[in-house]
């Protein structure tokens, strides 16, 4: 229940962190450095990252390779493999 306000560039961000979560049937693609690429919200574009896992998978680090503005805590971070969702879980910070 906090509203932050400032310009547009206090509000990019390179990283957060998701947890809760979840991957869909990842195959051999799932390492604790996992290459992808992610939405980070409805209709934007997938975005290049570097995701760090911890807690058995259950909690990633997300560093975007190119600041973005909207990382938002309580929206959905969803995972991709090319053009194949491959995961998802609930932006912390």
């Known amino acids: 229940n906090r509203v932050f306000l400032g310009t ?3 509000l990019m961000r390179d990283h957060c ?6 991957f869909i049937n990842p195959g051999g693609i799932l390492t ?5 690429g992610v939405k980070l919200r409805y209709g934007s574009e997938v975005h290049e ?10 909690i990633a680090e997300v560093k975007l390779h190119e600041p973005y503005f909207g990382v ?3 929206q959905a971070a969803v995972f ?3 053009s194949r969702v491959i995961g998802g879980g609930w932006i912390k910070v």
Do not use: M
């Open 8 to 10: 547009r560039e206090e």
């Open 49 to 58: 990252v570097d995701v760090t896992l911890f807690d058995d998978a259950k």
């Open 17 to 22: 962190i998701v947890e809760n979560v979840h």
């Open 80 to 82: 991709y493999h090319g």
């Open 32 to 36: 604790n450095n996992l290459q992808c």
């Open 72 to 74: 938002t805590p309580g």
